[in-house]
């Protein structure tokens, strides 16, 4: 068994890398093809790109300071959307369990009978309502004047 190697002459760039004369002269019939700057119009991209990358947190920065409100405005819808949407897993998996449902809706119709007898039956009960819901707004939107 016998195996032959070939060796083929390498050529030092002036940048430091090695290739062979094929690919040296691949590369500059690429060049060529392309217009012969490819080199610069790359170097010139990466530089572009390395300044952008490199003023990306200053950008960040000042887009949030611009837009600050409108930001937090759509976090807190998309908050409140998930929100909800937790909630109403939960509710549903409590719904599942099997005597806890009619024990709430128990519990729900007792308040509202509850709530008849004390302030809708008779007219005295509904004006002492009317008093506590004048003042709750009161205390929470601010004494009329």
Same mark, same amino acid.
């Given at each position: ?26 590369? +500059?019939?690429?060049?060529?093809? =392309? ?93 002492? =309502? ?7 707004? +009161? ?7």
């Amino acid at each position: 068994m016998e195996t032959e190697y070939k060796t083929e002459p390498m050529l030092l760039e002036p940048d430091g890398s090695v290739t062979t004369p094929e690919a040296a002269t691949q590369s +500059d019939s690429a060049d060529s093809y =392309l217009g012969g700057g490819t080199s610069q119009q790359v170097q010139q991209v990466l530089d572009k790109v390395s300044e952008l990358l490199g003023d990306l947190p200053e950008y960040v920065t000042d887009f949030f300071k611009e837009y600050q409100r409108p930001i937090i405005t759509v976090g807190l819808i998309f908050a409140s959307i998930i929100s909800v949407k937790l909630v109403l897993a939960i509710l549903g998996a409590i719904n599942e369990i099997p005597l806890l449902s009619p024990t709430f809706e128990l519990i729900g119709l007792t308040y509202s009978g509850w709530f008849v007898y004390r302030y809708l039956l008779r007219a005295s009960n509904r004006q002492e =309502l009317v008093e506590d819901i004048n003042t709750l707004k +009161d205390q929470v939107l601010g004494k009329r004047a």
